[in-house]
């Protein structure tokens, strides 16, 4: 079989891609939720906070540099794999890129090592503003970065100059159309993979009966973080839904499956098998109408369908289909888990219930994993243009030899699986050890307080712990 270059280097980019959002879609979530541990313990001096704190900042500081390692690589790939994209874009995407750099990396990068090693070395409040700057600077940099690809979705502000994009409008470049709803539904998805991260950990702790005031309050506040973002993310999806198919309906058509170039009254497919050379679906489960009552609010609204369009101008519609059906069904069984915990609390069991104990540990991946599904949707249902109906991917690889690329491809793949395989097990070696010991929290609290807050604090956590 002839290697195709072009094949390669989009699977390339999309490998490296996927492996470096795993990190973002968790730090993003964890910054902000250490940022407001630290700030109950401040405003409480509840001990708890505390701990949890101290226990998430270092899986934090591990997710956070892999990111930063994996994150690099794409820039390059973009001049290495996709130069002639580089050279007509460069004028729009190189400034934002560079924005990113200077406004959240830096930020991060000069506030990062306050946070990680400033605790007994400077005071508490100047070390909970190196903990807010850090988090700040993780959604400046989602910013930027959803704002270069918002831009390739719905290109806005630009003016072509012998085939090179120029920008016309910073304003337009940077809050194109579909901006304001992938920025949202973005940090939405970050914040639930950090929820479920740590709501499963602290089911993990409760279940072995360890460290039981720990894992119950971490639990609790993931829980509470569930039952408020999962709906709100399902509400942002929608509004996202509808922004999609004003500007791109051929994605909205792959990820409903509607082939007919019109179709009124189209029925929400929840499993079929789309076949893309018969232009049809296999073995549909369906509920009539719901797909265009959801995206046009009307029962016999009428959708755009795939054929629309010529066949070269459609994405991998299996591909968009299936990954669309993942994201939104673990939404739901977000919201489920959710409505669980909240019935347990309740009901008075405090999450006893050695079920839901284990669907929370099951569930650990699974904010990332709908992360992952929701960019396939988005990137692969964009295609076959890199530039939303200007600039084709295909039109813009490099011409490199194919057998160079799979030597790359290959070694990626070999690299980050290793890489991945030690942060795996970084992360579990982390959470076996648990929270700060007593001893050790106490020796932390006399080193940057006065002795006698400090005696009182440990007091309260060792009372805590006798207690649960």
Same mark, same amino acid.
């Given at each position: 079989m002839e290697l195709d270059?072009?094949?390669?280097?989009?699977?390339?980019?999309?490998?490296?891609?996927?492996?470096?959002?795993?990190?973002?879609?968790?730090?993003?979530?964890?910054?902000?939720?250490?940022?407001?541990?630290?700030?109950?313990?401040?405003?409480?001096?509840?001990?708890?906070y505390?701990?949890?704190?101290?226990?998430?900042?270092?899986?934090?500081?591990?997710?956070?540099?892999?990111?930063?390692?994996?994150?690099?690589?794409?820039?390059?790939?973009?001049?290495t794999n996709f130069s002639r994209f580089s050279e007509i874009t460069g004028s729009v995407l190189g400034p934002l890129m560079a924005?990113?750099?200077?406004?959240?990396?830096?930020?991060?990068?000069?506030?990062?090592?306050?946070?990680?090693?400033?605790w007994q070395r400077v005071g508490e409040k100047l070390h909970y503003f190196a903990t807010c700057v850090v988090a700040i600077g993780t959604w400046i940099s989602a910013f930027w970065i959803i704002v270069a690809n918002s831009w390739m979705q719905?290109?806005?502000?630009?003016?072509?100059?012998?085939?090179?994009f120029e920008v016309a409008s910073w304003m337009e470049v940077i809050f194109n159309p579909s901006m304001p709803y992938r920025l949202t539904h973005m940090l939405m998805a970050s914040m639930l993979s950090a929820t479920f991260l740590i709501g499963g950990v602290s089911a993990w702790y409760l279940f072995k009966k360890r460290d039981q005031?720990?894992?119950?309050?971490?639990?609790?506040?993931?829980?509470?973080?569930?039952?408020?973002?999962?709906?709100?993310?399902?509400?942002?999806g929608d509004f996202h839904g509808l922004n999609v198919k004003e500007h791109q309906p051929v994605k909205v058509a792959a990820m409903e499956g509607i082939w007919p170039e019109r179709e009124a009254g189209a029925p929400l497919l929840l499993f079929a098998v789309p076949d893309m050379e018969a232009e049809t679906n296999h073995f549909e489960i369906k509920i009539p109408k719901l797909a265009s009552l959801i995206l046009t609010h009307e029962l016999d609204g009428e959708l755009q369908g795939l054929k629309s369009v010529p066949p @070269?101008?459609?994405?991998?519609?299996?591909?968009?289909?299936?990954?669309?059906?993942?994201?939104?069904?673990?939404?739901?069984?977000?919201?489920g888990a959710a409505l669980w915990g909240l019935w347990l609390r309740r009901k008075g069991g405090r999450f006893e219930s050695t079920a839901f104990q284990w669907l929370m540990m099951l569930m650990i991946p699974s904010g990332?994993?709908?992360?992952?599904?929701?960019?396939?949707?988005? @990137?692969?249902?964009?295609?076959?243009?890199?530039?939303?109906?200007?600039?084709?991917?295909?039109?813009?690889?490099?011409?490199?030899?194919? @057998?160079?690329?799979?030597?790359?491809?290959?070694?990626?793949?070999?690299?980050?699986?290793?890489?991945?395989?030690?942060?795996?097990?970084?992360?579990?070696?982390?959470?076996?050890?648990?929270?700060?010991?007593m001893a050790r929290l106490e020796q932390h609290m006399i080193g940057v307080n006065a002795p006698g807050f400090a005696l009182e604090w440990v007091k309260k956590l060792q009372h805590e712990v006798v207690e649960n």
């Open positions: 270059a072009a094949i390669l280097s989009r699977i390339q980019f999309a490998f490296t891609v996927s492996f470096h959002i795993i990190f973002p879609s968790i730090t993003i979530g964890l910054a902000t939720a250490i940022a407001i541990w630290e700030g109950l313990w401040l405003k409480t001096r509840n001990p708890v505390f701990q949890l704190a101290k226990f998430w900042i270092k899986p934090f500081a591990i997710t956070f540099g892999m990111g930063v390692v994996s994150g690099i690589v794409l820039s390059y790939e973009f001049g924005y990113e750099v200077l406004t959240a990396f830096f930020l991060e990068a000069g506030f990062l090592g306050v946070m990680l090693f400033g719905t290109p806005a502000g630009y003016e072509l100059v012998n085939g090179h005031a720990f894992g119950r309050k971490g639990l609790s506040m993931a829980l509470w973080a569930a039952l408020l973002l999962a709906p709100v993310q399902a509400l942002v @070269e101008d459609r994405p991998n519609v299996p591909l968009v289909f299936y990954s669309f059906r993942v994201m939104v069904g673990l939404g739901v069984l977000m919201i990332v994993i709908s992360t992952l599904a929701g960019w396939y949707v988005a @990137e692969v249902g964009r295609q076959p243009w890199l530039v939303h109906g200007l600039v084709r991917t295909m039109d813009v690889v490099s011409p490199l030899p194919p @057998e160079r690329i799979l030597f790359s491809l290959t070694l990626f793949v070999l690299t980050y699986s290793l890489l991945f395989f030690v942060y795996l097990y970084f992360m579990a070696k982390l959470v076996r050890k648990g929270p700060p010991d």
